[in-house]
């Protein structure tokens, strides 16, 4: 018996891709480290400015050398790694220092603007850009 995805109507077509995408999201990671996804929406009166997306991930105790903000394809990786110091004796430690790999699918032409570090916060911007419409004729061919 096969199984039924709501992408195998045959009124879908070529959504293969995504399907797998959805199957890979929802076998998702752990949640770490904690972060944000918001819309920041320009000034009142900046022209020809566009909505930005802004995620924002909780790096507190990561340096700018410990993380790694890439993107590949349609995808945006963010790493981080935290060498031990082996010089310090804990006591008590409950902070760990631990990796992580988050990553985020990309809609197609959505294109990272930048990314900052500040008071234990990565901030990376996206833009995001205005759909185009277009609508196209196609001609009819007749074989006689």
Do not use: W
Not at 67 to 72: H, K, R
Not at 102 to 119: E, P, S
């Amino acid at each position: 018996m096969s199984r039924m995805t709501p992408f195998s109507s045959p009124l879908l077509l070529g959504f293969d891709s995504v399907e797998k995408t959805l199957e890979r999201i929802a076998k998702g990671g752990d949640g770490y480290p904690p972060y944000n996804i918001e819309r920041i929406r320009p000034k009142q009166g900046e022209d020809g400015a566009n909505d930005l997306i802004r995620i924002t991930l909780a790096v507190a105790g990561f340096q700018p050398e410990d993380l790694d903000v890439t993107t590949e394809e349609n995808q945006l990786m963010i790493r981080g790694r935290q060498a031990e110091d082996v010089e310090r004796e804990f006591l008590h430690r409950g902070i760990a220092a631990r990796q992580f790999q988050k990553c985020f699918l990309l809609a197609d032409g959505m294109r990272v603007i930048g990314a900052q570090l500040k008071n234990g916060l990565l901030f990376i911007d996206l833009a995001k850009p205005e759909p185009e419409r277009v609508v196209r004729r196609i001609e009819i061919a007749v074989n006689e």
